[in-house]
């Protein structure tokens, strides 16, 4: 991991670790390769995107939407303090408890907050930032980094989330796609006319 992202998700996680569906960091262990490894509890599951993509976990529609208001109540979290997670994917929500059909046994925790910022910093301010257009909004792509990623922006993000856990974890505009392609379905990006 980079020293100085991983330093500043570590003081996010040192702050918010108190939510439900966020993952705990215990803390950090530097080691002599100049890196910085997070030790945080254990998703026995793994992340959502994997299982979803390999056929573990086929969830119903209403198992679905309990894993997808528990996000949402991370995501409440996260806005409440004034940051935005940046960076909404399958991948980046680890599993604990599965249930195909009970909605009430299934609990997940939102992990990765290295692209977590303030609400409202514009994206030319924040030399950290590292855009999945897959998962950005087209008004923050089209702008070019002068608008402000917001709580906004994230609930674009978190309609891709969706898309992705109910397409059974597919890579949104498939994986063989790319991101200028992306950015002209978006409307990001004019198409020359042959």
């Known amino acids: 991991m980079h020293e100085a992202s991983t330093e500043y998700e570590v003081s996010f996680y040192k702050e918010f670790n ?3 569906h966020i993952t705990n960091t215990f803390g ?4 002599n390769l100049r890196s910085i490894m997070l030790l945080q509890e254990r998703a026995p599951h793994g992340h959502l995107q994997e299982l979803l993509k390999n056929n573990l976990f086929e969830p119903t529609p209403m198992v679905l939407i309990a894993i997808f208001l528990q996000i949402i109540d991370a995501m409440i979290y996260v806005t409440d303090q004034g940051m935005i997670h940046g960076d909404l994917r399958c991948s980046n ?5 599965m249930d195909t059909s009970k909605p009430k046994e299934n609990f997940v925790k939102l992990t990765n907050f290295v692209q977590a910022r303030p ?25 070019t980094g002068r608008l402000n990623y917001s709580e906004l922006s994230e609930v674009y993000s978190m309609g891709v989330l969706m898309w992705e856990a109910c397409s059974q974890g597919k890579f949104p505009y498939g994986s063989a796609i790319s991101s200028k392609e992306i950015r002209q379905k978006k409307g990001c990006i004019k198409s020359k006319i042959v």
């Open 119 to 143: 609400n409202k910093r514009s994206l030319l301010e924040d030399r950290r930032l590292i855009i999945s257009v897959e998962y950005c909004a087209p008004e923050i792509l089209r702008s």
């Open 28 to 31: 950090f262990v530097e080691n």
């Open 93 to 97: 929500v680890l599993v604990f408890q």
């Open 18 to 20: 108190n939510d439900l």
